[in-house]
Nanobody, 121 residues
Framework: QVHLVESGGGLVQAGGSLRLSCAVSGSAVSKNAMAWYRQSPGKQRELVAG???????NYAGSVKGRFTISRDNTKNMVYLQMNDLKPEDTAVYYC???????????????WGQGTQVTVSS
């Protein structure tokens, strides 16, 4: 069973930066497509950024140029570097394995606890 633990969220002013981390156990990140998703109150969970098995990256239009997804295969970790944060980025952020198809939907319905990101204006 895959276990996901997200961390690194917090309160930051608009224009600031945060780096989210996702510790993965039970499956190798190097052998999976991985992605970050976010959910804000009253909205559906949405894809933020994904990285394929081959290392190709995919970003939501609203974060392209500001966020960068990466992974460390030796540590079995996935990261999301978030720069130039905006109040609309406020959400709970989750990582998960992703299906390697357009839109990169989550591989399963099993989620970690997420990490809260709050951006003040």
């Amino acid at each position: 069973q895959v276990h996901l633990v997200e961390s690194g969220g917090g309160l930051v002013q608009a224009g600031g930066s945060l780096r989210l981390s996702c510790a993965v156990s039970g499956s190798a990140v190097s052998k999976n497509a991985m992605a970050w998703y976010r959910q804000s109150p009253g909205k559906q969970r949405e894809l933020v950024a994904g990285i394929t098995y081959g290392g190709d990256t995919n970003y939501a239009g609203s974060v392209k140029g500001r966020f960068t997804i990466s992974r460390d295969n030796t540590k079995n970790m996935v990261y999301l570097q978030m720069n130039d944060l905006k109040p609309e980025d406020t959400a709970v952020y989750y990582c998960n394995r992703a299906l390697p198809i357009p839109g990169m939907p989550p591989h399963s319905d099993s989620w970690g606890q997420g990490t809260q990101v709050t951006v003040s204006s």
